[in-house]
Antibody
Framework: EVQLLESGGGLVQPGGSLRLSCVAS????????MNWVRQAPGKGPEWVSG????????YYADSVKGRFTISRDNAKNTLFLQMDSLRGEDTALYYC???????????????WGQGTLLTVSP | EIVMTQSPATLSVSPGERATLSCRAS??????LAWYQQKPGQAPRLLIY???TRATGIPARFSGSGSGTEFTLTISSLQSEDFAVYYC??????????FGGGTKVEIK
């Protein structure tokens, strides 16, 4: 059974930093691209960042480029999101999501975690 | 960036009736379109990918169609568990895999 378990959310002041983690199980983690998707309260999902199976390719939404860094540790089946220079508009529930198919192309997301909440507030 | 626009924002339907949801892309995305269902307090669930392929375990009453810029999700006979918010998402290419604003399907 595929499982994705996020952690690391919390309350941070504007300008602060935080690192999210997502531990995966139930599939060959290193074969699949992984993603972070966030959802602000009452809003729709927003794709934030993606990373290829090997970790060699990373992608970012314009809204977080230069502030967030995605990475993965395939030996530990773990995905990370380092978030710096945080802003109020980053407040959201952050999900990690697994790519549907193996390969370099972008794919939809077939499994999602339950999310970890980030609140950016003074 | 490709913009995804969904309509209507809210759809009121009686149980057993048909629901038709629309999604438009600002430029062609071929068939690189997915639909998700989200219920309160839950993560989105993949329903359809490739514009028309049902994901594993998705009932046959859910169907998708379209290509290029115009897409449709049809729920043939709404069940009580289908009342939720539905999102489309393009995955034509990295880096931006944008979602639409959603359609809430509510009980009439």
């Amino acid at each position: 059974e595929v499982q994705l378990l996020e952690s690391g959310g919390g309350l941070v002041q504007p300008g602060g930093s935080l690192r999210l983690s997502c531990v995966a199980s139930g599939f060959n983690f290193n074969f699949y691209a992984m993603n972070w998707v966030r959802q602000a309260p009452g809003k729709g999902p927003e794709w934030v960042s993606g990373i290829s199976g090997s970790g060699g390719n990373t992608y970012y939404a314009d809204s977080v480029k230069g502030r967030f860094t995605i990475s993965r540790d395939n030996a530990k089946n773990t995905l990370f999101l380092q978030m710096d220079s945080l802003r109020g508009e980053d407040t959201a529930l952050y999900y990690c999501a697994k790519g549907l198919v193996i390969g370099p192309a972008a794919t939809p997301f077939d499994y999602w975690g339950q999310g970890t909440l980030l609140t950016v507030s003074p | 960036e490709i913009v995804m626009t969904q309509s209507p924002a809210t759809l009121s339907v009686s149980p057993g009736e048909r629901a038709t949801l629309s999604c438009r892309a600002s430029q062609t995305i071929r068939s690189n379109l997915a639909w998700y269902q989200q219920k309160p307090g839950q993560a989105p669930r993949l329903l359809i990918y490739g514009a028309s392929t049902r994901a594993t375990g998705i009932p046959a009453r859910f169907s998708g169609s379209g290509s290029g810029t115009e897409f449709t999700l049809t729920i043939s006979s709404l069940q009580s568990e289908d009342f939720a918010v539905y999102y489309c998402q393009h995955y034509k290419n990295w880096p931006s895999l944008t979602f639409g604003g959603g359609t809430k399907v509510e009980i009439k």
